[in-house]
């Protein structure tokens, strides 16, 4: 009998955990759409963000009658300004973070419509890129977002730290001007499709592959049927179709590019970019944003999208699996760096 009563109470404690455990991921869950909840325009004075950032190490290593006469100064700065416009030039900051969907294009059209409204051909939009490629028309909004921008006469500035490659670089080359870091990834002009085929291992298994289509391209290579060089052949058309638009669209904004040469599906580092035409300045987005702080109004500029919980969680699988895909790529890359 103590025995039983042991084994009902290791029983019940276990399923007690097992109800925490799942009432805490219902709290969380719940927070976590809460806190998605929120959605709108938010708008960050950079200006305000580099001086505060300054203030506070001189406030560290200032002696305290510099201290004073500072604080002295920038309340008298921050009055003037609270009073009446400063009357400079505006720089609109636009933060691009692509995956493979380019899932940020739901903000970026939000983002694009505000500064529209308010901005003139006196003003600037920079857009800090990072972007790897992928889904052809999905990075072709995205481009197309970008090219509002430009048909409104206003300058388009883009800043690639990190990378912008295949559809990335679309959306880079809209640019009036395009600035990358040394080390920056650029190009990737071209336009890749992967399928595995699963045919024979199923013929292998006696498992047959049916598939009716009305249209005589309606599928052409699958994943499931017997391939056929037709098949292949019509696969490679459409992705020479793309190619070319891609092309068209870098001939539009770059037209002294030499597609002979940049349009191989290769990448490029900063350096040997610059060389090639497909970016015009050595220079980082910080070193950007530092040297305008003293004649501009520098505004960051975001738009949060609600997001129901569930898309959220799919977004973080996709995300794992995008990371999983970045760190290839890394891996791929830095096996190419020098010893």
């Not at 481009?143 to 295949?166: E, F, N």
């Not at 002009?189 to 199923?202: D, E, T």
């Not at 497909?278 to 975001?302: F, N, Q």
């Amino acid at each position: 009998m103590a025995g039983f009563f042991a084994d009902y109470g290791l029983f019940l404690l276990k399923t007690l955990t097992i109800v925490v455990a799942i009432v805490a991921i219902i709290v969380a869950a719940a927070a976590a759409q809460k806190k998605a909840s929120h959605e709108g325009l938010e708008v960050e004075n950079l200006n305000k963000k580099y001086r505060h950032l300054a203030d506070a190490l001189r406030s560290a290593v200032a002696s305290k009658e510099e201290r004073k006469k500072a604080a002295k100064e920038r309340k008298k700065e921050e009055k003037a300004e609270n009073k009446s416009p400063s009357g400079k030039p505006r720089s609109f900051v636009i933060d691009f973070k692509g995956d493979l969907k380019a899932s940020a294009v739901a903000s970026l059209r939000e983002e694009v419509s505000a500064i529209l409204d308010v901005a003139t051909p006196a003003d600037e939009v920079i857009v800090r890129l990072e972007n790897h490629g992928g889904i052809v028309h999905e990075h072709g909004l995205a481009a197309s977002q970008l090219a509002r921008i430009r048909d409104r006469g206003i300058p388009l500035v883009v800043c690639v730290d990190k990378v912008a490659a295949s559809g990335g670089y679309l959306m880079a080359c809209v640019a009036s001007k395009i600035l990358a870091a040394p080390f920056a990834i650029l190009g990737s002009v071209g336009v890749l499709a992967q399928i595995p085929n699963f045919n024979r291992m199923l013929d292998s298994h006696g498992v047959d592959f049916e598939q009716i289509t009305a249209g005589k391209y309606k599928r052409t290579v699958t994943m499931f049927g017997k391939n056929t060089d037709e098949d292949r052949a019509k696969l490679k058309d459409e992705l020479e179709d793309v190619h070319r638009l891609f092309k068209d669209a870098i001939v539009k904004y770059r037209p002294a590019l030499d597609l002979e040469k940049i349009a191989t599906g290769e990448h490029w580092y900063g350096t040997r970019a610059l060389e090639l035409g497909l970016a015009d300045e050595i220079r980082t987005s910080d070193e950007l944003l530092g040297g305008k702080v003293a004649d501009r109004d520098l505004y960051l500029v975001r738009y949060k999208v609600k997001q129901p919980l569930q898309k959220r969680l799919l977004q973080n699988v996709e995300t794992a699996i995008e990371r999983a895909d970045a760190a290839r790529w890394r891996h791929w890359f830095e096996s190419r760096l020098p010893r």
